[in-house]
């Protein structure tokens, strides 16, 4: 049997509920060693090449020059075999 409400006791069920969540409080949480940020440091390398989409297609060599330069620009490593170890 579902329960019936009229449009006056939905309209206050739907502000009394925004009431209770905009009273300031925040929910309370344990911090975990998982949140933002997280125990490693990040690191973001941006790569742009101008060839790589011509005519709205991926241009494969274009994108593996992107693909090298990032990676070892990432890891620091000497060589494209060296940033993947």
């Known amino acids: 049997m579902a329960a019936e409400f009229s449009r006056r006791e939905l ?12 009273s300031g409080q925040a929910p309370s949480t344990t911090k975990s060693q998982l949140g ?13 090449h101008p060839g790589s989409i011509i005519g709205g297609k991926y241009q494969q060599q274009a994108v593996r020059e992107m693909m090298r330069r ?8 000497p060589s494209w075999e060296e940033a993947w170890r």
Request: proline share 6%; net charge neutral; glycine share 12%.
């Open 70 to 77: 990032g990676m070892m620009e990432l890891t620091g490593a």
């Open 11 to 22: 309209i206050e069920a739907v502000f009394a509920s925004a009431a209770i969540r905009s």
């Open 36 to 48: 933002i940020p997280g125990p490693f440091r990040g690191k973001v390398v941006a790569v742009e």
